[in-house]
């Protein structure tokens, strides 16, 4: 059995992409396409990017009139494009049939996409149609900076449409089941023949559900759901980032009787921490030391998220020098493993001296050379 017909058929002149008349032969037809597949074959054009879109065009046409049973299917489209089926999406006409026919009204080429959806007994078949799901729900999580490195439960609150408790979601009464939809005959889908197409519409009787409930639930009037505020908790991953999504399937608003419920996607917010800030798995940090610290040499205590760790200041470090503390940062939930701490020196410059730090900051200043950064500055600007 062949395949039906496809949305590019009311767009493409497959008997112009071989060059041959609409009454060609199946022979004729099979000699173009021979003729033109050697001329643009990758093989004979290595590189050619356009011989080869060019050959997978004329590979295309082939395939649809060359097969005879694709062919007088295509013939019937590109007919009832010229006839003018639609609104100026495909064939010349564009006009919109006015007579009833349910192709009338506006149907463009870009509304039918696989049309084997479309039109269901092209190849004598249905297309059986499922209920809608739910609606997707998205809430907040706010999570503190600690809870974010290592983990952790939150408690989630969401008002709204809910299944209903007394029947579960059918939407039917306790002890009575919704029954196949007699119309459709579950399908929830109707055909309407038009000549040799026949167009599928959804089922007037059932809406599309293929099921009927014939003794609506006392709860929710057959909806299957009602209106609550529910309680269930998510699990953030240790070392979530700022902003990320979880998805929880199956917690979203309810769907239809008869169908799944959408999702539930909870956004992480993490509040900022006062001492670490973060670059993808890494922490980051401003250390301040003293000027001592920072010209002598020092080791000085950094805290981390596992406690404090011992850092080594070489003697003439400058202010703003950046160390790195391997396997101190934050967690890497795929991966594995931890990040790095970076950590940030900061000379602290103090706003107030006791008399006699002032008169020892006195005596280094008289001893202290000009720095020789400073001293090839003013040479470069006097000369």
């Known amino acids: 059995m062949s395949e039906g017909p496809r949305r590019e058929w009311f767009e493409r002149d497959y008997y112009q992409t071989l060059g041959v008349p609409k009454n060609a ?3 004729e037809i099979k000699k173009a396409y021979r003729k033109l597949a050697q001329k643009w074959h990758p093989d004979a054009n290595p590189g050619n990017t356009q011989a080869e879109e060019r050959f997978k065009e004329v590979s295309a046409a082939y395939d649809v009139i060359g097969d005879p049973e694709k062919r007088p299917q295509y013939d019937q489209v590109r007919d009832m494009a010229a006839a003018g089926y639609g609104s100026g999406g495909f064939g010349p006409g564009g006009r919109g049939r006015t007579d009833g026919s349910p192709f009338g009204g506006g149907f463009g080429a870009a509304d039918f996409g696989d049309l084997e959806d479309l039109f269901g007994l092209f190849r004598g078949g249905q297309t059986s149609r499922q209920p809608t799901r739910g609606a997707d729900l998205e809430t907040e999580a706010r999570v503190s900076f600690e809870d974010a490195m290592r983990g952790a439960t939150v408690p989630l609150r969401i008002k709204g449409p809910a ?19 007699p119309t459709c005959h579950g399908t929830g889908s109707v055909a309407v023949n038009q000549g040799v197409f026949s167009l599928e519409r ?29 309680e269930f908790s998510v699990k953030i991953p240790a070392g979530v980032k700022d902003g990320a999504r979880i998805r929880l399937p199956g917690r979203g608003e309810p769907g239809p009787p008869g169908s799944r419920a959408g999702d539930l996607y909870v956004r992480v917010r993490v509040i900022q921490h006062r001492v670490f800030g973060r670059r993808d798995a890494d922490l980051t940090m401003e250390l301040p030391v003293t000027f001592a610290e920072a010209v002598l040499g020092a080791n000085v205590s950094v ?7 011992t850092l080594k200041i070489p003697a003439g470090t400058p202010s703003g020098k950046t160390f790195r503390i391997r396997g101190r940062g934050a967690p890497k939930p795929r991966r594995g493993g931890h990040g790095d701490l970076l950590v940030t020196v900061k000379v602290d410059v103090p706003g107030h001296l006791s008399k006699e730090e002032r008169e020892l900051v006195k005596q280094l200043h008289e001893i202290e050379q000009v720095p020789p950064g400073r001293a090839d500055m003013l040479r470069e600007v006097v000369t």
């Open 202 to 230: 959804t089922c007037p009787q059932c809406r599309g559900s293929g099921r009927i409930v014939e003794h609506p639930c006392h709860e929710c009037a057959g909806s299957g759901s009602v209106r609550r505020t529910r």
């Open 303 to 309: 805290p981390t998220l596992d406690g404090s760790v």
């Open 25 to 27: 032969s199946a022979v």
């Open 163 to 181: 299944t209903c408790p007394v029947c579960g979601g059918s939407g039917a009464e306790p002890g009575t089941s919704p029954v196949t939809c």
